[in-house]
C-alpha cells in the first residue's frame, strides 16, 4: 500500500492544553472551514476529569463537520469521549490494545524515534506514523532525540503508511520535510497561536503541493 497524501491535511494540529487558554470552539470552526482533517488534543498535565470535559465539548463541537478529534496518549479517555481515535507514545498501550478498545474505524497514530521504531508501526495496526523530534521543541520537557533529514529520508522509504512529521516545525522550515514525502506536520505554537489560521493552513498546503 503506498502512502496517500491526500489522505490527511498538510497541517495536523495539536492543541496543547498547556498552551492554549482560550475558547476551543472559535479554534476548532477556523480548523474546519481550513479543511483540517485531523485535530489532537493533548493535556499532559490535565486532570482525567478536565480532559474528558474537554475531549467531550470537542466531539460534540465538530460532529457537523469533517474535523475528526484525535486524543493524545489517553486511550480511555477517546473511549468514553467517542473521538475518532487515539495518538499512542512508544510508552502507551500497545496500537492492537487500543484497537481492540476503541474498534476498527478509529484512527490510531503512533510516535516513532527512529527508524527501528518506524518500521515496528508499520507493522502495527496503526493507521499513521509520526516521526520526531524533527528540530527542537518547545513542547516537550524531555524531548527525543533530534530525528535527521537523513534519518527521515531512510523511513520514507522504508514504510508505505502515512507519514507525519513533528517538533518544531514552522512554515520556514517545513519545506524540506514535504521534499522528503511527508505526508502532514505536526504543529502546535505556528497554528493555535497564528493570528490568521486559515491563512496558516493554506501556507501550509502551498508547501506540500508545491504551489
Not at 82 to 99: E, F, I, M, T, Y
Not at 132 to 151: A, F, H
Not at 178 to 196: H, Q
Request: one cysteine or more; a negative charge.
Amino acid at each position: 500500500m503506498k502512502h496517500d497524501p491526500t489522505r490527511y491535511s498538510a497541517l495536523y494540529p495539536i492543541i496543547d492544553l498547556e498552551i492554549v487558554d482560550f475558547s476551543l470552539e472559535s479554534l476548532l470552526t477556523k480548523l474546519s472551514e481550513a479543511e483540517v482533517s485531523l485535530v489532537q488534543l493533548r493535556g499532559k498535565k490535565s486532570s482525567s476529569k478536565d480532559l474528558l470535559k474537554l475531549s467531550t465539548q470537542m466531539v460534540n463541537m465538530t460532529q457537523d463537520h469533517s474535523l475528526k478529534v484525535i486524543v493524545n496518549d489517553r486511550v480511555d479517555i477517546a473511549w468514553l469521549s467517542k473521538a475518532d481515535g487515539v495518538h499512542l507514545g512508544q510508552d502507551d498501550l500497545p496500537c492492537s490494545d487500543a484497537r481492540q478498545i476503541l474498534g476498527s474505524k478509529a484512527i490510531i497514530g503512533l510516535s516513532t524515534h527512529t527508524l527501528k521504531q518506524a518500521c515496528q508501526a508499520e507493522d502495527s495496526t496503526a493507521d499513521y506514523i509520526a516521526i520526531g523530534p524533527i528540530y527542537r521543541t518547545q513542547t516537550k520537557e524531555n524531548p527525543d532525540p533530534i530525528v535527521s533529514l537523513d534519518e527521515l529520508k531512510a523511513i520514507r522509504k522504508a514504510v508505505t503508511k502515512p507519514l507525519i512529521a513533528i517538533g518544531g516545525i514552522t512554515t520556514k522550515n517545513a519545506l524540506p520535510l514535504f521534499d522528503l514525502g511527508v505526508d502532514s506536520v505536526a504543529v502546535v505554537r505556528d497554528i493555535v497561536l497564528s493570528e490568521n489560521i486559515h491563512q496558516q493552513v493554506t501556507n501550509y498546503s502551498k508547501l506540500r503541493d508545491g504551489l
